[in-house]
């Protein structure tokens, strides 16, 4: 390749090694793990410190009681997923495709049980601290769970089709279409483990700590 797209190439210029570009797709998973752990750790301090405070006795305010079987629901379908995608990502071939739909149909199942869940709690969000970093923290985990399996699904979609037409195709980075499919799988499942791990922190503190 004689150009990139991150790099112009010269006669004064040495064009990016091959590696850089998958590399950095490694590395924007990590990153991206670092500041959904810094947004949800908002709504950690948040619980704690209304917790301990409870002003007035208004931690929790009339009966405030989530459902537990829906809590343990969703957070097993979120671990299950990231498990079997993570798992399925060191693979190659079809177990990979495999894994990717099956984690985007257990993560998208998951999303969809949170908002039935709303549907039948006994509280509102005004209902006292608990019930705020609740609402809070459950809706945004689950809204932002959309873009991780968006990203998934892209891995899917990118899998499907050269499964389809059967070749790898020429890009415009000093590297080959393959080695970024395969980069761009590990980064994603690895993003996905670590969010899950931060739903099962989320289920802990809001159903079992309390």
Known sequence: MEASASAPVGGSIQPEPPEWQPRAIWMSGRLLCGVVAFFFVAFVFGFFYLKSLDLNHSWKIGNVTPD??????????YVASAVI?????RRQGSDTLAGGVIAVILGVTAVVLQFVEYTVLNFGATQGGYAAVFFGFTSTYAIVAVAGLFWIQTQVSTMIRV?????????????SE???VLAGIESSSFYW?????????AYVLLYLVR
């Open 85 to 89: 995608y993570r798992l399925s990502a």
């Open 68 to 77: 537990g079987g829906l809590g343990i629901a969703i957070a097993t379908m």
């Open 178 to 180: 393959s080695a970024m």
């Open 193 to 201: 483990a670590f969010y899950a791990a931060i739903g099962v922190v």
């Open 163 to 175: 499964r389809r037409g059967g070749a790898m195709r020429e890009i415009e980075v000093p590297t």
